[in-house]
Structures are given as structure tokens and as C-alpha cells.
């Protein structure tokens, strides 16, 4: 039988960077952070939202979520540079989306999360004003990717990896986030009655008034009753 008490995380929304030389923290439940540099400000990324049978972070469910977690909806990778490539990947879905390269140079976009693994980075600038000693992670499971330096004043930062099942990667130099993947479990879920959908796919808004694509802000999570029992 299923355990009588779910856990409900739902996730924040990723922060919008100012050219202030300052991490930007990450949206809560596994967004990947992102920095704003005097040149460039990436924001970070989305955290997840999920529903399970035990409390704590997504990633506390990384050796048991076959069997302790019901559902996870993907966070959105933060956006790279507003005025250079300021849309981060949108959120899964079986996967996250993939984030923007800046087009002028080949700096790399953060991938998305998928099923089996996070989503790789992209890559640091070109010289030592850009890449500023950024070291760029790729999003692991219930976190997204991020970049990392020694010194945040000057460098080209990109966005912040979304948090998922597995989440997105974090963006290159001036480039966006990857998505975090969005997840339903075979083995505590009904098959036939369950579906996860992308952020770039039109479905029903929170308010119930119409549909949205995507969802914009923190999480959001509701649960129906279908049926009481005794």
C-alpha cells in the first residue's frame, strides 16, 4: 500500500541578474545559480516542483526515487545576457529544453535535462575579460548546472541550469540555462493516467481560465480528489 502522507516542494522562480558583480541565487529546489558581472548578467535558473512520500530537496531522492517519488515538474534554465541571448530553456517535459547560444561567437547554450542525465554546459569566453576563470557545470540530478570563477567582476556570464529530474546545463559565456526534465513515476502511478508536458506546449494555467505555455513565477502544484473512499 502507498504511504498516507505526500510532500509537496514547489519550486522558485529563477532571479534576474544586475550588473553587480554578485551571485545570483538560484530558484529554490535545485536552480542553478548565476552571477551578474559589471559586463554581462545571466540569471539563474528555476527550481523544481515535486510531489513524494519522504520531505527534503529533489536531490535527496537521487538513490531512492524509483520508489519515493510520484512526479517532478522541470524548472526553466535562466536567460544569458538580456540584449544577447536572453531566453533560457524552457522546462520538461520528458526533457528540458535547450538554452540560447550567443550567435556572433560559439560560446554554447546549457542543454537539457533528460531521463537519464543532466544537461551538459556550454563554454567560456574567448579571452581572459571573458571567460574570467569561469568553470561551467553541467546539471546533475535535482539541479541545474552553474558556472563558477574566481573573480565575477568583468566576466561573460551565461544563465543558470534549471532544476528537474535531471536539470539543464549552465549556459556559456553571454548564452542561456538548459531546462531541468520533468518526471512521473511507472511504479507508483496508474499507467494511462499521468502525462508530463514541456513549458513550449499549451495547457490548462493554474487559474483554470484558459491554457498558458510554459508557466511563468514560482511552482505550482494541485491535487483533485477523483474519488473518496469508505
Known amino acids: 500500500s ?14 534576474v541578474g544586475l550588473k553587480d558583480n554578485a551571485i545570483i541565487e538560484g530558484g529554490y529546489n535545485g536552480g542553478g545559480r548565476g552571477y551578474g558581472s559589471d559586463n554581462h548578467n545571466g540569471a539563474s535558473g528555476g527550481g523544481a516542483t515535486h510531489i513524494g512520500y519522504k520531505t527534503g530537496l529533489l536531490t535527496a531522492f537521487s538513490s531512492d526515487y524509483t520508489t519515493q517519488l510520484l512526479i517532478v515538474a522541470g524548472g526553466g534554465g535562466g536567460g544569458g545576457n538580456a540584449d544577447k541571448s536572453g531566453v533560457g530553456g524552457y522546462g520538461g517535459g520528458a526533457s528540458g529544453g535547450n538554452g540560447i547560444g550567443y550567435s556572433s561567437i560559439s560560446y554554447g547554450y546549457g542543454a537539457g535535462g533528460t531521463q537519464i542525465s543532466g544537461g551538459t554546459s556550454g563554454t ?12 561551467l557545470y553541467s546539471g546533475g540530478f535535482g539541479y541545474g548546472g552553474y558556472s563558477d570563477s574566481t573573480s565575477i567582476s568583468g566576466g561573460w556570464h551565461g544563465g543558470g541550469g534549471g532544476a528537474g529530474l535531471y536539470g539543464g546545463g549552465a549556459g556559456g559565456a553571454i548564452s542561456s540555462g538548459g531546462g531541468g526534465s520533468g518526471y512521473v513515476n511507472p511504479n507508483l502511478l496508474d499507467s494511462g493516467t499521468y502525462e508530463t508536458i514541456a513549458g513550449n506546449i499549451s495547457f490548462p494555467n493554474t487559474a483554470g481560465t484558459g491554457n498558458e505555455t510554459g ?6 502544484a494541485r491535487i483533485t480528489p477523483l474519488e473518496v473512499e469508505g
Open 124 to 135: 567560456g569566453g574567448t579571452n581572459s575579460s571573458q571567460a574570467n576563470n569561469m568553470t
Open 215 to 220: 508557466h511563468s513565477g514560482n511552482g505550482y
Open 2 to 15: 502507498s504511504p498516507d502522507t505526500l510532500y509537496i516542494n514547489i519550486g522558485g522562480q529563477g532571479k
